[in-house]
């Protein structure tokens, strides 16, 4: 990686909507300025929030360790949002409701539970699901649901079918949870009501008590944001995704906030209303000369989007001037946390985009290198952001571009839809990494399979393409262990003097490739063919210790840069950057690297006899193998005699289990010569040793055609890919009997039929008359048998006549 000249690095620009030089407000140095928009912080973090967090850290985990980059990156967290102030309420309201039902006698309890659970019922059918009647009961809603909705339930996967198809399971849950406590009042617990009819509690709730709650007491709303910010720093550091160098938070900036928005009023720009919102005002914004909006000028005139940018102002478009008019401060309905504000005395809060743009300028200045977040905050989210920070920082005289670059992450896919907590079609990343498919790297390995700024479906495809990437590059990091094992350090050979040979030559390409890959707008779709094609050529290449040095330091270098190799960070990124290949790496060093990169190892105790136990078993199996079947036992127990004194020497060889293990394979080997066993017997034998008793110490031979056996820890995905190979092994045998005994059966079958005499062969109830060959004559009601009839059954009679008669002459021969 030695460069001369700073690297040309080109950044998909959203606002550009091409590849653009990167540039930055210090042009001379290497800081960089980064702002993203972080979570609203209201419920679980899901795989969507993953796919742009990890997305984002892989570019500045590139941007610093391998650019060189100081990057200050700055995040916020939105702890004042419409959802927020609504779980807040829900979950108040929702609380202090049970709270008040369970302290009540147990008969009123259940009969209050039904009535309120009834009536939220009626509320939330006539609010989400209009082709049912309100008065459809808990015990029918299922059929009835199903004959109303039978379209969207088996229709394909739209927004609005899966918002419809998210309604009906919200009710079918409460229906399910209501109709339990109507049945068996005195055995269902109360407990199970409320956790299974909440979503349909909490909005009736709301809609009849939300208003009352103290606006003052802030409490309310942040504990739900406490709660839902540390779940969301959790699940990041579970997926080695970096903290950023600054979390700002919404609530700490509200002062600062009110500051902002008076000067952009004064600037002319903005203006407040009657019942004290403030508005940006887009025609005195584009009157200066400012475009609008400039991320997605198309979707201006899209009412749906404006909408859910402005929350519980969207109905309030009368009061504005202008429909594409947004709000900068909101003015608080009952009900709603409030702040302090010079244009009501009643108070008020933020709007969404007027956070991001005090918290970035406040921490960053009037000119930020790069701002990110999710592809769906472009508009209105974004081109809000620029226009009222583009108002507030510009001059006639220096007019401010605020934001060098936006780049946008794309979409995580799930059935052809958006990941969405609206949609509760979402996996929680917690449930996520959970299941032993989805792993923290295989996760990253998936996203950076993709490009960036795409749309990634996560698929069985992709685990699976994933899944062979990183079992690629697991084999070469063994390949590279069992290679340089023998060895502390470099041996005699210099790399200077193997730099022309085709591993070398391979290795500067393959770094010369991947340094274009991410100047190229960070194309780790390309990066990642480029080291899975390097490792192919070098799991095929006999490789000195040197090249292996070199290409193992390359690949563990750039893996951890890319946030694959969590345990090795330290030691790797402490590195020069400037890897030129010329380095005296020790073999010891590099290979505790590769272990944090792998998680497992062969524990020291084990490698002495193991290896030992290992070379015995390759030379009694090429042994073996090539007597075929001429074998000299003599020779067979000598070849297990220079095991022997290693292992005398080993000190409590019957103590420790991998001496034990392989004093026991060695005296098997003696064993099975002494007995002059069949080839068969000593193949299974040093297969047993492989698959039962290494195995049981996590330890796995993996057999290669002419080359030793490569000792292998026994990972969880190695033990996951050999039960699966296993399985299919076992599936193919189990088949293959089947076949077997089905052929069996159908051959038996056969030789019965062939055993009967043709003139007995309509000997049967069917027929009353027979001729001297044994030809029916006549059927069973006395009726003559008609020609066609009888044509048939003459094929029958010579068909079986030829059975027959093979048959004898068969058992002639037996």
Not at 1 to 9: G, K
Not at 76 to 103: A, P
Not at 296 to 312: K, Q, T
């Amino acid at each position: 990686m030695a460069r001369t000249s700073p690297p040309s690095l080109r950044i998909f620009d959203s606002l550009t909507k091409e590849k653009t030089i990167f540039s930055k407000a210090d042009p001379d140095g290497k800081a960089v300025t980064w702002y993203t928009c972080g979570p609203t912080v209201y419920d679980e973090p899901h795989l969507g929030h993953a796919r742009s967090a990890v997305s984002l850290d892989i570019l500045r985990r590139v941007m610093r360790d391998y650019f060189g980059f100081k990057v200050r990156f700055v995040m916020n967290v939105t702890d004042v949002d419409d959802k927020i102030v609504l779980r807040g309420r829900y979950q108040y309201l929702g609380t202090r409701l049970q709270k008040e039902i369970e302290s009540m006698e147990r008969d009123k309890a259940v009969r209050e539970a039904i009535s309120v659970g009834r009536a939220a019922f009626k509320h939330y059918l006539s609010n989400h699901l209009p082709l049912l009647s309100s008065e459809t009961t808990a015990k029918a809603y299922l059929v009835e649901a199903n004959r109303a909705y039978a379209d969207v339930v088996e229709g394909e996967p739209t927004d609005q079918n899966a918002k419809l198809k998210m309604h009906i399971k919200t009710c079918q849950s409460a229906a399910q949870a209501l109709d339990a406590l109507e049945k068996v009042p005195n055995d269902s617990p109360l407990s199970d009501f409320f956790y299974g009819a909440k979503d349909v509690l909490y909005p009736y709730l709301d809609h009849l008590y939300g208003s009352t709650v103290d606006s003052r007491d802030h409490s309310i709303f942040t504990a739900v944001a406490r709660k839902f910010e540390k779940r969301y720093f959790d699940d990041m550091h579970a997926l080695n995704v970096l903290d950023p160098d600054v979390t700002t938070r919404a609530t700490e900036f509200i002062p600062k906030m009110v500051t902002y928005i008076e000067r952009i009023i004064a600037k002319g720009f903005a203006y407040p209303t009657a019942d004290g919102s403030v508005y940006f005002d887009i025609a005195a914004f584009e009157a200066e000369g400012h475009p609008y909006p400039r991320l997605e000028p198309g979707s201006r005139n899209n009412s749906a989007l404006r909408a859910d940018g402005e929350g519980s102002l969207a109905n309030k478009s009368a009061i504005k001037r202008h429909d594409v008019d947004f709000a900068l401060w909101k003015a608080s309905r009952p009900g709603e946390p409030t702040w302090p504000s010079p244009w009501s005395k009643a108070g008020g809060r933020p709007g969404w985009h007027i956070e991001c743009s005090v918290m970035a300028s406040e921490v960053l200045g009037s000119e930020i290198d790069i701002h990110s977040g999710g592809e769906d905050l472009r508009f209105p989210h974004h081109d809000n952001e620029l226009a009222q920070s583009t108002a507030y920082w510009s001059t006639k005289e220096k007019p401010a571009p605020w934001v060098n670059h936006f780049i946008h992450t794309g979409h995580l896919g799930i059935q052809g839809l958006k990941m969405s907590k609206s949609l509760k079609n979402f996996v929680t990343i917690s449930e996520a990494l959970e299941r032993p498919e989805w792993t923290s790297r295989s996760l990253r390995i998936c996203f950076l399979l993709g490009g960036w700024h795409e749309k990634i479906e996560v698929t069985q495809d992709i685990l699976k393409a994933g899944a062979a990437w990183e079992s690629r590059i697991n084999n070469f990091f063994i390949n590279a262990i069992d290679i340089m094992r023998a060895s502390d350090g470099l041996t005699t050979e210099s790399s200077s003097s193997l730099e022309e040979t085709p591993a070398f030559t391979s290795l500067d390409k393959a770094k010369a490739d991947l340094h274009e890959a991410l100047c190229d707008s960070f194309d780790t779709p390309a990066a990642m063919r480029i080291i899975a094609n390097f490792v192919g050529e070098c799991n095929t290449t006999q490789l000195s210790r040197v090249a292996v040095l070199s290409a193992s330091r390359w690949i563990t270098r750039i893996v951890t840069i890319f946030g694959l190799n969590r345990e090795g960070e330290d030691a790797v990124l402490g590195q020069n950057g400037d890897d030129d290949g010329s380095g005296q790496l020790q073999a010891s060093a590099l290979h505790s690297q590769i272990i944090a990169w792998h998680g497992a190892e062969i524990p020291h105790a084990a490698q002495q006899p193991v290896y030992a136990a290992s070379k015995l078993r390759d030379d009694v199996r090429q042994y073996v193998l090539s007597a075929r079947g001429d074998i000299d036992y003599a020779a067979l127990e000598k070849l297990a005699e220079h095991i022997d004194t290693d292992l005398r020497q080993m000190a409590n060889a019957n103590a420790d289990p991998y001496q034990a293990t392989a004093s026991r394979f060695h005296t098997d080997i003696q064993h099975v010569a002494s007995e002059k066993a069949s080839a068969g017997e000593i193949l299974s034998l040093c297969d047993d040793f492989r698959d039962i008793h290494l195995y049981s110490l996590d330890i796995y031979l993996e057999d290669r055609e002419g080359l030793p056996a490569l000792v292998r820890p026994l990972d969880t995905p190695l033990k996951r890919a050999l039960a699966e190979k296993r399985a299919a092994a076992a599936a193919e045998v189990a088949a293959k009997t089947k076949r077997k005994a089905e052929e069996a059966a159908k051959q038996s079958a056969r030789d019965n039929q062939a055993k009967i005499n043709p003139a007995e062969l309509f000997k049967n109830e069917l027929y009353s008359e027979w001729d001297e060959q044994g030809i029916p004559t006549r059927d069973a009601k006395g009726d003559e048998i008609t020609k066609n009839s009888r044509k048939k059954l003459v094929k029958m009679y010579e068909k079986q006549q030829k059975v027959h008669r093979e048959w004898l002459d068969k058992c002639e021969r037996e």
